[in-house]
């Protein structure tokens, strides 16, 4: 019996120092910002969860609360947008809806999405009940923002539990990230879900209005039967994007302004950008605090672009990521014929020779 007390706590005390060092390394890589030392600390931290047989409980929230506002910072703009809310907001709506969850067992109504791109951040700290969906989850492959096809998309959202009736919030990081959150939103509303919301500044925001967090494995998920529905008048193709440039539809172009003027940091064929495009990088649409602009601002930085109100314009970027964040503020602003087009660049410049359809490079 002492033994095995022994025991028990050596491998207590080596998981507990295994965790605090993997924490550390973790923090400590993550400035660096290199995918493969991450990918080092997952491991570690999966070896910790491994030796102290973690296994974290989360309850999956079952009500859907309609979008109670809060009358904090820009209550006045939150009150405008209709798929933006604040992180003060998501976390009143996740706390009464485990309120109401307490003892019921039919499926949840409320779904929390962690869309941040690094496994290891999801793992290691996340909003409690938070599924992880990373955007290259639903790409034909890594270096491809193109969507998989709509059964194996179905098979996808269905093994995450989602379903129309639920209310789903999304969250990414609005300081390092590249607008993943909007990314899962516009696929969620591009499938025909019409209940999405992204949360205002992200996780730091969620972490700073206290929302509750878990760590280790993920929570265990009910699937679903949702039957998508498509709005293909949400999404732009490759070869819906050259007949749109072809008749002088407007697009936005989401990249840096080196990526616009031709450079091609991101493996691309060849660089330039789309005749008929005006470049809009995406995080000028954030304050220096990392809100979103009010949707009046919002509206006359669109109608300075030259974007029409009920008239067809598509966003682009390398992969359709950032330009989804754009998507997500043309109809903040009211421009409700904006479209994503998810293949973007990338998919653009695999389909096109640089002389076979018009195209600029400024270089």
Same mark, same amino acid.
């Given at each position: 019996m002492r033994q095995s007390m =022994?025991?028990? &706590?050596?491998?207590?005390?080596?998981?507990?120092?295994?965790?605090?060092?993997?924490?550390? #390394?973790?923090?400590s890589l993550g400035s660096l910002g290199s995918p493969q030392l991450s990918w080092l600390s997952s491991a570690l931290f999966t070896l910790a969860l491994t030796m102290s047989n973690v296994h974290q409980v989360e309850g999956r929230s079952v009500s859907s609360p309609t979008v109670e506002r809060s009358s904090g910072h820009q209550s006045a703009d939150h009150r405008a947008f209709k798929r933006v809310i604040s992180a003060a907001q998501a976390v009143a709506i996740i706390n009464k809806a485990e309120r109401r969850?307490?003892?019921?067992?039919?499926?949840?109504?409320?779904?929390?999405?962690?869309?941040?791109?690094?496994?290891?951040?999801?793992?290691?700290?996340? =909003?409690?009940? &938070?599924?992880?969906?990373?955007?290259?989850?639903?790409?034909?492959?890594?270096?491809?923002? #193109?969507?998989i096809p709509q059964g194996a998309l179905q098979k996808r959202v269905r093994a995450l539990g989602l379903s129309p009736e639920q209310q789903i919030i999304i969250y990414g990081e609005w300081e390092r990230g590249w607008g993943e959150e909007a990314r899962m939103l516009w696929l969620l509303e591009y499938l025909g879900h019409k209940n999405v919301y992204v949360v205002e500044g992200g996780w730091a925001a969620l972490k700073s209005a206290q929302v509750q967090t878990s760590w280790g494995r993920t929570p265990t998920i009910v699937p679903s039967s949702w039957e998508v529905q498509p709005r293909p008048e949400l999404r732009v193709d490759t070869e819906k994007a050259a007949r749109l440039v072809s008749t002088g539809h407007l697009s936005i172009d989401a990249r840096s302004r080196r990526e616009f003027e031709g450079e091609t940091p991101y493996g691309s064929s060849y660089g330039g950008h789309l005749k008929e495009s005006v470049h809009l990088p995406w995080r000028s649409l954030l304050t220096a605090d990392h809100h979103l602009r009010s949707s009046q601002e919002l509206k006359a930085i669109f109608l300075r672009l030259g974007v029409l109100e009920n008239q067809p314009v598509f966003t682009y970027c390398t992969g359709g990521v950032r330009s989804a964040f754009i998507y997500l503020a043309l109809h903040e602003a009211g421009f409700d014929e904006a479209m994503n087009y998810d293949g973007s660049w990338w998919d653009?410049?695999?389909?096109?020779?640089a002389d076979a359809h018009p195209l600029i490079d400024s270089r």
């Open positions: =022994a025991l028990s &706590a050596e491998r207590s005390l080596f998981t507990t120092l295994l965790c605090v060092i993997t924490r550390s #390394v973790f923090s969850s307490v003892g019921q067992t039919h499926r949840p109504q409320l779904s929390l999405l962690d869309a941040r791109d690094l496994s290891p951040k999801y793992y290691w700290s996340r =909003a409690r009940g &938070a599924l992880h969906t990373p955007w290259r989850d639903f790409t034909v492959e890594s270096r491809s923002g #193109v969507l653009w410049t695999l389909n096109y020779t």
